[in-house]
Nanobody, 124 residues
């Protein structure tokens, strides 16, 4: 069974880099046809898709975050990482990593797998 586990800093100062890592167990970041993604949920708001990376390493970004976001993977560890630079207080949210079978599904937050989430707070 595929399981995802997020890890993050908890607290980040504004203007620094927000970094979160997802570890995939029971599966692989190179698994055919899967899109591994980061989504977030700010306080009192809905889920927002941020970025995805596919099994070939292709990357896709939300237009509203593309200028600040970077996603990549470490195939030796079955991990994928998101950086947001510079971080702003508006980036405060619970960050989730997900796995979906298509980019359309990933963007719609219609995923097959999701981690439990990690709270990241950006202080001004």
């Amino acid at each position: 069974q595929v399981q995802l586990q997020e890890s993050g800093p908890g607290l980040v100062k504004a203007s620094r880099t927000l970094s979160v890592i997802c570890t995939v167990s029971g599966g692989s970041v190179t698994a055919n046809d899967y899109y591994w993604s980061w989504i977030r949920q700010p306080p009192g708001k809905g889920l927002e898709w941020i970025a995805s990376i596919d099994h070939n390493g292709g990357v896709y970004y939300s237009p509203s975050l593309e200028s600040r976001a970077a996603i990549w993977r470490d195939t030796s560890k079955d991990q994928f990482t998101l950086h947001l630079t510079p971080a702003t207080p508006e980036d405060t949210a619970v960050y989730y990593c997900t796995g979906a079978r298509s980019l359309v599904s990933a963007r719609r937050n219609a995923y097959d797998y999701r981690g439990q989430g990690t709270q990241v707070t950006v202080s001004s």
